[in-house]
Nanobody, 124 residues
Framework: QVQVVQSGGGLVQAGGSLRLSCAAS????????MGWFRQAPGKEREFVAA????????YYEDSVKGRFTISRDNAENTVSLRMNSLKPEDTAVYYC?????????????????WGQGTQVTVSS
């Protein structure tokens, strides 16, 4: 069983930056692709970014390209999401997830293990 624990998040003004971190433990978590999703009030959960187990394949949702950076450290079993130039529309609960696959996916149903979620609020 893989456990995913998130940290980071908070309140920031538009244009600011935040960093989210995620620690995965158990199983062979270093071999899993990892992803970040977010869910705003009244909206469905949406894909943000994903990274393959070896970091070679990285995917971003179009609206965050050039502003967000996903990275991982397999020695520490951690994944980070650096968010720059934040906008009010980035406000959401952000979730880190581990996929049983290794290549990465933009689909939430490909992810088996989920973190507890962390609130990111961007004020205008």
């Amino acid at each position: 069983q893989v456990q995913v624990v998130q940290s980071g998040g908070g309140l920031v003004q538009a244009g600011g930056s935040l960093r989210l971190s995620c620690a995965a433990s158990g199983g062979t978590s270093s071999r899993y692709a990892m992803g970040w999703f977010r869910q705003a009030p009244g909206k469905e959960r949406e894909f943000v970014a994903a990274i393959s187990w070896n970091g070679f394949n990285i995917y971003y949702e179009d609206s965050v390209k050039g502003r967000f950076t996903i990275s991982r450290d397999n020695a520490e079993n951690t994944v980070s999401l650096r968010m720059n130039s934040l906008k009010p529309e980035d406000t959401a609960v952000y979730y880190c997830a581990a996929s049983r696959g290794s290549t990465g996916s933009v689909y939430h149903y490909d992810y088996a293990y989920w973190g507890q979620g962390t609130q990111v609020t961007v004020s205008s």
